[in-house]
């Protein structure tokens, strides 16, 4: 099993439908974060989260929102889903002091079209 | 202007040439360099991490990092098949992560 598991891997929807991605890990890490991947503007952070009680905007969190169930439990919402945040979205993981290896654990991607 | 810049690429050469991979970045304060390595359908994985200038080397792989010139480098010895995949350069201040475009690379055998 995998220690990033994004739900669901595909999926379609249509413009102004509430969405859910779900991220589960089992590594133990305290911090999480979502990304999406776009071509030609590679990965930007959408939002991120230390622990259970903290939760910070990153770079593009407009449209989008976040909550943090548990340390393992991360999830992004778009509250209504509009055609240009098809894209493909990635939640990652990792320790607190893995800043200086650069470490993040990604998943494996949820790609997410919006009609 | 991006803080990291990569070109895109796609890049494509046969099999045990030597690949050479750039980014450039316009921030002195970025503190890790990193490269991550990214299959198609799949997440990125970190290769190589590195924080002083100088190279880092890894079986195949070396990273070199040029901090007067703001410039960072990937070098993949013998290519093979198997490295054909996106490659993202990577930088960090702090806690945050600022990662490049990434290059698409094609090993053909």
């Known amino acids: 099993d995998a220690d990033v598991t994004q739900t669901p891997r595909n999926r379609i929807t249509k413009t102004g439908k509430r969405i859910m991605l779900e991220c589960s890990q089992t590594?133990?890490?305290?911090?999480m974060y979502w990304y999406r991947q776009d071509p030609g503007l590679g990965l930007r952070l959408i939002y991120y989260?230390?622990?259970?009680?903290?939760?910070n905007k990153g770079e593009i969190s407009d449209g989008y929102s976040v909550s943090r169930q548990a340390q393992a439990k991360f999830s992004l919402s778009l509250e209504s889903a509009i055609p240009n945040q098809t894209a493909l979205y990635f939640c990652?993981?990792?320790?607190?002091?893995?800043?200086?290896?650069?470490?993040?654990?990604f998943g494996e991607g949820s790609r997410l079209t919006v009609l | 202007q991006k803080e990291v810049e990569q070109d895109p690429g796609p890049l494509s050469v046969p099999e045990g040439a030597i690949v050479s991979l750039n980014c450039t970045y316009s921030n002195s304060a970025f503190q890790y360099f990193m490269w991550y390595r990214q299959y198609s359908r799949k997440g990125p994985e970190l290769l190589m991490y590195?924080?002083?200038?100088g190279n880092k080397e890894d079986g195949r792989f070396t990273a070199q990092v040029d901090k007067s010139s703001k410039y960072i480098s990937l070098f993949i010895r013998d290519s093979q098949p198997s490295d054909s995949a996106t490659y993202l350069c990577?930088?960090?201040?702090?806690?945050?992560?600022?990662f490049g475009t990434g290059t698409s690379l094609t090993v053909i055998p």
């Open positions: 590195t924080y002083s200038s």
């Open positions: 989260s230390f622990d259970v009680k903290d939760i």
């Open positions: 990577a930088m960090t201040i702090g806690n945050q992560f600022y």
């Open positions: 590594k133990g890490h305290d911090r």
């Open positions: 990652a993981t990792s320790e607190r002091a893995s800043v200086n290896t650069g470490e993040l654990f």
